[in-house]
């Protein structure tokens, strides 16, 4: 049986990557400048959006707790499987904290 090895920089590199877009779309006012840029009224769109951040960021938080927990817990680091499956789910719940985002701001548009 082939078994295909990742190292364990290559999920965390992408979970840092993710958390940095979705820090930026919310905190950084690309989120504003992509989704509250018509005739609206920019309070009005922020509030919306704000929602829209506020239900993402349940996602982003349980995506930085799993992939914190991948790392500083001693029994995630020496079994290689459950590192793996902590940062796998980490990676996902990055993944739809952005498309939750994404999809939010399309809607609130």
Not at 4 to 27: E, N
Not at 86 to 91: D, I
């Amino acid at each position: 049986m082939l078994r295909l090895r990742v190292s364990p920089i290559v999920p965390t590199v992408a979970s840092f990557l993710l958390a940095a877009l979705w820090a930026a779309s919310v905190f950084a006012g690309w989120g504003l400048q992509a989704f509250c840029a018509g005739d609206e009224s920019p309070s009005t769109c922020a509030q919306r959006l704000d929602t829209v951040s506020t239900v993402s960021a349940l996602f982003a938080a349980l995506a930085a707790c799993c992939t914190a927990a991948a790392w500083l817990f001693p029994w995630s680091r020496a079994d290689s499987r459950t590192f793996a499956r902590l940062m796998g789910v980490g990676v996902l719940a990055w993944i739809v904290a952005e498309g939750v985002l994404f999809l939010g701001g399309l809607l609130v548009r």
